[in-house]
């Protein structure tokens, strides 16, 4: 049986690919006779394994898909992404809120309503709250603004928290109105000074 010269490398044999297999087989301690038992990036995609993959791509996950057609995950996912085999948006919205239901803990009963931090199904688009509130309080969001600005520029220092000391301060504007009039706090004695 004659060897390749790849099933010689991976054998630890730098040997010629024209070399005497006896030969080699007497210098090399491997068994080099026997294929490497992970050699799936040397195996060439069948038309058979293409067909299984674009029928089930939908339904299978990568790793059923792996299993199936006896291929490591990073092959089939490379495979999917360079021949541009994608799933339908309704079946990745499917699997991506079943792997959400298990990642929150949907086993024990704590996914959604059922979860004590329920936030009312609240979107996962943080940005949009962001520009709700943007939109709200225009002036807040303009200081917030003049502020940063001053600091990127240098015209303004940033000061630890006036209460404790802790370097990791925020600007907090007492009046919006005017925007680099600010007393620098920490998280903690910020959250302090709304909530009273």
């Not at 690919?17 to 080699?24: E, M």
């Not at 301690?29 to 674009?54: G, L």
């Not at 792996?66 to 499917?94: C, G, H």
Request: glycine share 6%; charged share 30%; with cysteine.
């Amino acid at each position: 049986m004659d060897i390749t010269p790849r099933q010689r490398i991976r054998g630890g044999c730098r040997e010629p690919a024209g070399s005497n297999p006896a030969i080699v087989r007497a210098w090399c301690p491997v068994d080099i006779t026997v294929a490497p038992r992970y050699s799936y990036h040397m195996k060439r995609w069948t038309t058979e394994e293409v067909e299984f993959m674009v029928a089930n791509h939908d339904t299978l996950t990568i790793q059923e898909l792996a299993t199936a057609l006896s291929r490591t995950k990073r092959a089939v996912e490379d495979y999917r992404l360079r021949n541009r085999i994608t799933m339908s948006s309704e079946t990745q919205r499917a699997k991506s809120v079943r792997g959400a239901a298990t990642a929150r803990g949907a086993r024990n009963g704590m996914f959604g309503a059922d979860n004590p931090n329920w936030k009312g199904d609240r979107s996962k688009n943080h940005y949009f709250y962001k520009l709700r509130q943007m939109a709200r309080y225009p002036e807040r969001a303009a200081a917030g603004r003049a502020v940063a600005r001053e600091v990127r520029s240098g015209r303004m220092k940033r000061r630890p928290c006036e209460v404790c000391g802790d370097q990791n301060s925020h600007a907090h504007h007492n009046d919006y109105s005017k925007p680099l009039d600010v007393v620098w706090l920490c998280r903690a004695h910020h959250r302090e000074r709304h909530c009273s």
